[in-house]
């Protein structure tokens, strides 16, 4: 079966660093675009960001985490990463990964998510 398990996540003071993972298994890791995902309390989820199959090109899509957030992926673990830093406490939130094995941001399978909270 597939599963995609996130781990790293937890509690953080603002301005610090996390370093999110997820490992997948059950499926070719490398057909899949991955992407990461983030829920707020009160608030929709939002795609975070992508990284491609093979290539690894990524893209960060919330305004708010570029150039603090990055999306990172080993082939070779079939593990793919999110990079946090500086760290606001609006970053708060459960972050999720999914892989899309069309490529079109449709999204075949989630991991369960992972807390992630920045204090003040």
């Known amino acids: 079966q597939v599963q995609l398990v996130e781990s790293g996540g937890g509690l953080v003071q603002a301005g610090g660093s996390l370093r999110l993972s997820c490992a997948a298994s059950g499926l070719t890791f490398t057909k899949y675009n991955m992407g990461w995902f983030r829920q707020a309390p009160g608030k929709e989820r939002e795609l975070v960001g992508t990284i491609t199959a093979w290539s690894g090109r990524t893209t960060i899509y919330t305004d708010s985490v570029k150039g603090r957030f990055t999306i990172s992926r080993d082939n070779a673990k079939n593990t793919v990463y999110l990079q946090m830093n500086s760290l606001k406490p609006e970053d708060t939130a459960v972050y999720s990964c999914?892989?899309?094995?069309?490529?079109?941001?449709?999204?075949?399978?989630w991991g369960q998510g992972i807390q992630v909270t920045v204090s003040s």
């Open positions: 999914a892989a899309d094995l069309l490529r079109l941001h449709e999204y075949d399978y």
